[in-house]
């Protein structure tokens, strides 16, 4: 007999699916030679070291979690279906009709961005109000920005406006001593999409859930960007420490003003 | 849960009730998370995965296939978040060194047992890594698995016996002779 096919022996033996004849087949083989013995002892350790390791509680956490995920996706799926239901009322329960609404909507939207443009509103005295709301600034834009000092370490963050409603954070530290770094955001909110170390340096950085930590001495520059899985956009934390202090600050997704007349 | 009680959660959900997915949450979390565990060696990380396995299982409900095992799906669905999660974190930290084994004849408390294998399991492909986990940990028979993983008996038998060849390998290496 091969070494392999004693080995699958061994293995439905220890797994408990060895048939009478397989086990009739092993014990023959074990009282024949020390070598078969030593092996099975070696499968028997595998088996004994996994059976040892037992099962954990999940964190008391999770469920929570998951489900204010969850509840958080059947709200934002239910006013999507609210807005496809309208339009369905208009376009899908009269198919007939639907090329011709298509139409009649791409006219008059056509029209309007034509009048806008032409100033044709201002010339026959429309002026409507003064454009008011949290409209999200566009993407690409820089909507705040924190700088931080702890002793032999600064740094500055910031945050930018990402497609989608989502958002990245720049953090830079220069410091002359081992220093820590924390950009802590909510995890039931922001979802990270990608970390980029910007600056290679030889620290050691974790994405964790809810936090990016950095460790480091010298410089570092990461860009994290997440996604935002809800309409709500709490701040953001960076908190910086060295052995000498620390200093922690927030960075806002929306410019303190945004919401104002613009 | 039996199988008329997940389907009918099932059917709640698609139909908009989303608390019917507490129940699938309550009935899995455990074994997903144990699960998520083994597979990325980290509390924390496996937390997270769980959670995303859930949400995006949430999301995608509406393509489950009902002639299959509710759990079947929901571990590939972590299975691959495990995967994604580790190729992210590959690619943003350089992985650690392995740290030296405890010597021949030092008697391995059940910490550094589950440290050694937590270590050894990592070296391993996802394939073999799995059926490790469902067998040892979840504690599936062969069977079970086979339905899980959608692969024959046979396959299961033969990927088990090789997965647990190169693990005794893997911690021969690390200095581990005997438990």
């Known amino acids: 007999m091969r070494d392999d096919e004693f080995d699958r022996l061994v293995n439905d033996e220890l797994d408990g699916v060895a048939t009478p004849e397989q086990k009739a087949e092993l014990a023959r083989r074990l009282a024949e030679g020390e070598s078969a013995r030593a092996r099975y002892q070696e499968i028997q350790t595998v088996f004994g070291m996994l059976d040892r390791i037992e099962s954990v509680d999940p964190p008391p956490s999770l469920r929570g979690s998951v489900l204010r995920a969850v509840e958080s996706r059947a709200r934002a799926r239910s006013e999507r279906g609210g807005w496809r239901d309208l339009l369905a009322s208009g376009f899908g329960k009269r198919p007939g009709l639907g090329l011709g609404y298509a139409f009649a909507v791409g006219a008059v939207v056509g029209a309007l961005i034509l009048a806008v443009g032409s100033g044709l509103f201002d010339r026959a005295g429309f002026r409507g109000p003064e454009m008011q709301g949290a409209l999200l600034p566009p993407t690409g834009s820089r909507v705040d920005t924190v700088h931080l000092a702890a002793k032999g370490a600064q740094a500055t963050g910031e945050m930018w406006t990402e497609a989608n409603g989502g958002v990245s954070v720049r953090l830079e530290v220069r410091s002359d001593v081992p220093f820590e770094a924390h950009v802590k955001f909510n995890p039931e909110i922001y979802v990270p999409v990608s970390l980029r170390r910007v600056e290679p340096s030889g620290g050691r950085f974790d994405l964790r859930r809810g936090e990016l930590q950095v460790s480091d001495q010298g410089s570092a520059r990461f860009e994290l960007r997440l996604r935002a899985v809800s309409t709500s956009r709490p701040p953001l934390g960076v908190w910086l420490g060295t052995s000498g202090g620390n200093a922690e600050g927030q960075l806002m997704p929306l410019p303190p003003n945004w919401n104002k007349s613009r | ?179």
């Open chain 2, 1 to 179: 849960m039996s199988d008329s009680e997940e389907q009918a959660a099932v059917e709640r959900c698609l139909r908009g009730e989303s608390r019917a997915f507490e129940t699938i949450v309550d009935s899995y979390q455990r074994v997903l998370f144990n699960v998520a565990l083994r597979m990325v060696n980290d509390r924390d990380d496996a937390q997270d995965v769980v959670q995303s396995a859930f949400v995006k299982a949430y999301e995608k409900l509406h393509t489950y296939d009902r002639r299959r095992k509710l759990f079947s799906w929901i571990y590939r669905i972590t299975v691959n978040e495990c995967l994604d999660h580790m190729a992210r974190r590959r690619r943003q930290a350089p992985m650690d060194e392995d740290e030296p084994g405890p010597g021949p004849d030092h008697a391995l408390e059940e910490r550094e047992v589950e440290t050694l294998i937590g270590a050894a399991l990592l070296d391993l492909s996802a394939d073999y890594r799995g059926v490790i986990i469902l067998r040892h940990f979840v504690h599936l028979s062969h069977r079970e698995m086979s339905r899980v993983l959608e692969i024959p008996e046979k396959t299961v038998k033969s990927r088990l016996h090789t997965a647990r060849k190169l693990l005794g390998e893997l911690l021969a290496r690390r200095g581990v002779s005997r438990a």
